[in-house]
T-cell receptor, first 112, second 117 residues
Framework: QKEVEQDPGPLSVPEGAIVSLNCTYSNSAFQYFMWYRQYSRKGPELLMYTYSSGNKEDGRFTAQVDKSSKYISLFIRDSQPSDSATYLCAMSMGTGGFKTIFGAGTRLFVKA | DTAVSQTPKYLVTQMGNDKSIKCEQNLGHDTMYWYKQDSKKFLKIMFSYNNKELIINETVPNRFSPKSPDKAHLNLHINSLELGDSAVYFC????????????????FGEGSRLTVL
């Protein structure tokens, strides 16, 4: 079993749709949870960052962490064609080795 | 002014050759990394250096040898290239110092796409 599981998609939605992306994980020691966005032929960029459980909102993006279920989500409201990218969940224990573990990434296509 | 820059962006080479990728960051970060991204977009850590000291060394063939001359630079040398080495190699940096509360916020370069024929 991988430490972080993420459905690779692809996920295709019409413009304006609400998108839900999810990851599950097995290591309860993870404390920091992140979502990175990667456009084609570019490096990943940090999109959202959450410490421990809870919600965080930034514009059209909301990140949720449920540590009891070992489940994290990213919601995108009013999706735009410019949101078309690969979204990678990531997590780390935040101490010591600074190892960030990534999910496989979900490819999202938003159709105009 | 690019924060994390790596060169070259593209490498095409034959099996058995040796190649190097260079990375530089101007963010003042203490920690630098090499990640490998395969064709399915799976991103996996290979090495991490904190202030020139190797702190993460994943299960990577010893044909791969990282080197950090100073905390702003991290290079990757690959000997005897194999077909399976074809991937995109990403350099990244983060601000956490060793023993600190590393948050995992990584800043990536644009990647070096290696194709082994």
């Amino acid at each position: 079993q991988k430490e972080v599981e993420q459905d690779p998609g692809p996920l295709s939605v019409p413009e304006g749709a609400i998108v839900s992306l999810n990851c599950t994980y097995s290591n309860s020691a993870f404390q920091y949870f992140m979502w990175y966005r990667q456009y084609s032929r570019k490096g990943p960029e940090l999109l959202m960052y959450t410490y421990s459980s809870g919600n965080k909102e930034d514009g059209r993006f909301t990140a949720q962490v449920d540590k009891s279920s070992k489940y994290i989500s990213l919601f995108i409201r009013d999706s735009q064609p410019s949101d078309s990218a690969t979204y990678l969940c990531a997590m780390s224990m935040g101490t010591g080795g600074f190892k960030t573990i990534f999910g496989a990434g979900t490819r999202l296509f938003v159709k105009a | 002014d690019t924060a994390v820059s790596q060169t070259p962006k593209y490498l095409v080479t034959q099996m058995g050759n040796d190649k190097s990728i260079k990375c530089e960051q101007n963010l003042g970060h203490d920690t630098m990394y090499w990640y490998k991204q395969d064709s399915k977009k799976f991103l996996k850590i290979m090495f991490s250096y904190n202030n020139k000291e190797l702190i993460i060394n994943e299960t990577v063939p010893n044909r791969f040898s990282p080197k950090s001359p100073d905390k702003a630079h991290l290079n990757l040398h690959i000997n005897s290239l194999e077909l399976g080495d074809s991937a995109v190699y990403f350099c990244a940096s983060s601000g956490g110092g060793r023993g600190g509360t590393g948050t995992g916020e990584l800043f990536f370069g644009e990647g070096s796409r290696l194709t082994v024929l």
